[in-house]
C-alpha cells in the first residue's frame, strides 16, 4: 500500500494567501487527523475525522483554519488567510479507527508564511 | 494537558550502546505507543503496549509500563547510526481514537 500521501511537500507563500493543504490517508482506514509541529509547540492536533465526520476540531487554532473530509480517500487543510505565526510542518495521519489505534504519518507539508 | 512528556529532551550516546528514553503521563490509559521521526519526515509507529501489559519487544526495542507510576520507558539495545532519529510517546484513552503525543526525544547515535 502507498502510506499517506500528503502535497504539496513544500509550500512559501507571503502572508494574507490561501493555503490549502491536501491528504490522502491509507485505503481502508476510516479515522484521519491533521497535526501542526512546531518547534516551540511541538506536535498538536487540530482536527480529525471518523467515517469522514469531524469529530473533534478543538486544536484548530482559529477561525482562518478550516478542515473537510468529501469523501474517505481525500481530506483538505485551509487557512485563509495565512500569517507568518501559522508557519509550521504540518501532518495527516491515518488509522483503522477504534481506540488508540496507530496512526500512519505523512510525510508533511512544510509552509512558510513570508 | 493529557500530552506525556519524555525525558531526556536529548541523548547522545556511542554506537552499540544503549539508548533508554522514559515518558510519563498525567491519566488513566488504554495504551502508549512510542513513534520515531527521522529529520523531515513523518512520524512512524514502533511498538504499542496495552495498559495491562508490563513489558514488550520488538527486535532491539523494549518497552515497559508501569501504570502504577504512570510511567513507560523505551529501551533500543545495541545502537545503530540509523537509530538517529527524535522519539515520541503516545497515550491513548479508552473510548478515543486520538493519540496524546509526548514533546519527544532526541537521540543522537555516534558512530
Known amino acids: 500500500d502507498a502510506g499517506v500521501i500528503q502535497s504539496p511537500r513544500h509550500e512559501v507563500t507571503e502572508m494574507g494567501q490561501e493555503v490549502t493543504l491536501r491528504c490522502k490517508p491509507i485505503s481502508g482506514h476510516n479515522s484521519l487527523f491533521w497535526y501542526r509541529q512546531t518547534m516551540m509547540r511541538g506536535l498538536e492536533l487540530l482536527i480529525y475525522f471518523n467515517n469522514n465526520v469531524p469529530i473533534d476540531d478543538s486544536g484548530m487554532p482559529e477561525d482562518r483554519f478550516s478542515a473537510k473530509m468529501p469523501n474517505a480517500s481525500f481530506s483538505t487543510l485551509k487557512i485563509q488567510p495565512s500569517e507568518p505565526r501559522d508557519s509550521a510542518v504540518y501532518f495527516c495521519?491515518?488509522?483503522?479507527?477504534?481506540?488508540?489505534?496507530?496512526?500512519?504519518f505523512g510525510d508533511g507539508t512544510r509552509l512558510s508564511i513570508l | 494537558s493529557q500530552q506525556g512528556e519524555e525525558d531526556p529532551q536529548a541523548l547522545s550516546i556511542q554506537e552499540g550502546e544503549n539508548a533508554t528514553m522514559n515518558c510519563s503521563y498525567k491519566t488513566s490509559i488504554n495504551n502508549l505507543q512510542w513513534y520515531r521521526q527521522n529529520s523531515g519526515r513523518g512520524l512512524v509507529h514502533l511498538i504499542l503496549?496495552?495498559?495491562?501489559?508490563r513489558e514488550k519487544h520488538s527486535g532491539r526495542l523494549r518497552v515497559t509500563l508501569d501504570t502504577s507510576k504512570k510511567s513507560s520507558s523505551l529501551l533500543i539495545t545495541a545502537s545503530r547510526a540509523a537509530d538517529t532519529a527524535s522519539y515520541f510517546c503516545a497515550t491513548a484513552l479508552t473510548g478515543a481514537n486520538n493519540l496524546f503525543f509526548g514533546t519527544g526525544t532526541r537521540l543522537t547515535v555516534i558512530p
Open positions: 495521519a491515518s488509522s483503522i479507527g477504534g481506540d488508540g489505534q496507530p496512526q500512519h
Open positions: 503496549i496495552r495498559s495491562n501489559e
